[in-house]
């Protein structure tokens, strides 16, 4: 396990919450990427030049390694308790994963 000191994401706080803030500065601060679904925090992300990626990104991803089934049935999953998807981003899910 590596220790780091944190980097500083008060003037993120300001925006977003202390969660993805953080996110956002460790990415900065070591050159990750980050997954994050709220709509705040991802255009936060965006001016800062962080990679991002969604939940919808991630399933999309790995149905193109073939780690997981078809990405519709889990899209649906996601959408039956609520989470909101509009059908722009699942018809582009849908293209790009070949279904």
Do not use: C, N
Not at 14 to 41: C, N, P, T
Not at 58 to 74: D, G, H, T
């Amino acid at each position: 396990m590596e220790l780091w000191d944190s980097p500083d994401f008060s003037a993120y706080t300001r925006k977003i919450d202390a969660s993805e803030a953080s996110a956002i500065a460790v990415a900065i601060d070591l050159g990750y990427d980050v997954i994050m679904d709220h709509k705040v925090g991802r255009r936060m992300g965006a001016t800062t030049s962080v990679p991002l990626l969604g939940t919808v990104g991630v399933l999309v991803l790995e149905r193109r390694k073939s780690m997981v089934p078809l990405v519709r049935s889990l899209l649906e999953r996601l959408v039956s308790p609520g989470y909101f998807l509009g059908d722009e981003i699942i018809a582009a899910a849908l293209q790009d994963s070949g279904k």
